[in-house]
């Protein structure tokens, strides 16, 4: 069974910075085959993908974080990162992180949530 488990969330005032990590266990294929994502939830809001990372590297932003959060993925460490600079109060919400194997192009290209493995998220609150 794969296991996510994320950690860093905090509260910090706007202007501030936090990194957010996912190790990830269980799994059967290769970690470096999986294509993963930040995935964020506000209340009231539908769940975003606010970053994503194929397995060639290639990395995908929302345009409401882009230029201020990089996601990265360790394929030694088994974990996924995302930092996060110049925090807003808007980014407030749950950050889960996601893990997919297979055809992934679609998921990280179009930002997609339908990412088949979740953790159980940790809360980043910006105040301001």
């Known amino acids: 069974e794969v296991n996510l488990v994320e950690s860093g969330g905090a509260s910090v005032q706007s202007g501030g910075s936090l990194t957010l990590s996912c190790a990830a266990s269980?799994?059967?294929?290769?970690?470096?085959?999986?294509?993963m994502a930040w995935i964020r939830q506000t209340p009231g809001k539908e769940r975003e993908a606010v970053a994503a990372?194929?397995?060639?590297?290639?990395?995908r932003y929302s345009d409401s974080v882009s230029g201020r959060f990089t996601i990265s993925k360790d394929n030694v460490k088994n974990t996924l990162y995302l930092q996060m600079n110049n925090l807003k109060p808007e980014d407030t919400g749950m950050y889960y992180c996601?893990?997919?194997?297979?055809?992934?192009?679609?998921?990280?290209?179009?930002?997609?949530?339908?990412?088949?493995?979740w953790g159980q998220g940790t809360q980043v609150t910006v105040s301001s």
């Open positions: 996601a893990a997919h194997w297979g055809d992934c192009l679609r998921l990280v290209q179009t930002l997609d949530t339908g990412f088949d493995y």
């Open positions: 269980g799994y059967i294929y290769p970690y470096s085959s999986a294509c």
């Open positions: 990372i194929d397995t060639d590297g290639s990395r």
